[in-house]
């Protein structure tokens, strides 16, 4: 199987600062994998130059493009980046704030994305927008209410669903569920299981949750001071991990 992405030597520097370094992996279709450390370890900085939000001083990353197959996306023209991440991309912010239009409706939000791949016809558009806000769990009846008038959980919501109608095959997700109360972060995590389930989504999530990865990727790469210490399948690197960044990692946690 042909990777769906695959990441070679990534290097990002922030003058003699190590953003990150020699990052390589494969992620492969329907496979979420997690990316965790500390503040300051990295990840954050790794997952922006895979979406092209960073441009890395150094190594390719390569998406299986739907037309032309795999091409390395940091030598893409903008235009062409641009329109990946409105399409085969999404990216959820911590803050729904960063990836939502604030004045501008519920529905409104949803249905930018599509106008931005071409749809046009209203009543398409709004459908569409209906169905999304239901399968987050927003009542179809705040589609013209503004982001402004919902919670904290509920803004996250949205924004998932704004990335998410495209139809969308890889997802970036930066600290998804961070600054949300811990009753509100158990539902936002079931949604986006069940929904990366059903999509077949392939997603990249950073967090320094562990209980975040633990329930939502495949397999899991533990960054420090912009390097990959460990990776491996997920409970196999929580349950017996062998780097001693790791066990430190999982001990506070356990400790808690």
């Known amino acids: 199987m042909t990777p769906l992405l695959q990441v070679r030597d990534v290097a990002k520097f922030y003058g003699g600062r190590i953003g990150c370094t020699g990052v390589s992996f494969d992620l492969y279709p329907g496979e979420v994998m997690g990316i965790v450390g500390e503040s300051g370890s990295g990840k954050s900085t790794l997952l922006n130059c895979l979406a092209g ?8 990353v390569i998406f299986d493009t739907r037309a032309d197959g795999p091409v390395d996306t940091v030598t893409m023209s903008e235009p062409a980046r641009r329109m990946l991440g409105r399409t085969d991309w999404a990216f959820v912010h ?8 604030m004045g501008v409706s519920a529905g409104g939000n949803i249905g930018e994305r599509l106008m931005a791949v071409g749809a ?11 169905d999304w806000l239901g399968r987050v769990e927003i009542d179809t009846g705040r589609i013209d209410d503004r982001p402004t008038q919902f919670s904290g959980g509920m803004q ?20 998804p569920t961070g600054g949300l109360d811990v009753s ?13 389930r059903e999509m077949g989504l392939s997603a990249l999530i950073v967090t320094h949750d562990l209980a975040v990865v633990r329930l939502l990727a495949d397999r899991l790469m533990v960054m420090k001071d912009g390097h990959v210490v460990e990776t491996g ?5 929580l349950d017996d991990p062998q780097h001693g960044y790791t066990q430190l990692l999982v001990s506070s946690v356990l400790q808690v």
């Open 156 to 175: 996250q919501r949205l924004q998932i669903a704004r990335n998410l109608v495209t139809g969308p095959r890889l997802v970036f997700m930066d600290e």
């Open 233 to 237: 399948l997920t409970d196999q690197v």
């Open 53 to 60: 939000h960073l441009p890395p001083d150094d190594g390719q």
């Open 94 to 101: 911590q803050h729904a704030r960063e990836g939502l239009r």
């Open 120 to 130: 046009r016809h209203y009543g398409d558009i709004r459908h569409s927008a209906e």
């Open 184 to 196: 509100v972060q158990a539902r936002l995590l079931d949604l986006l299981r069940g929904l990366v």
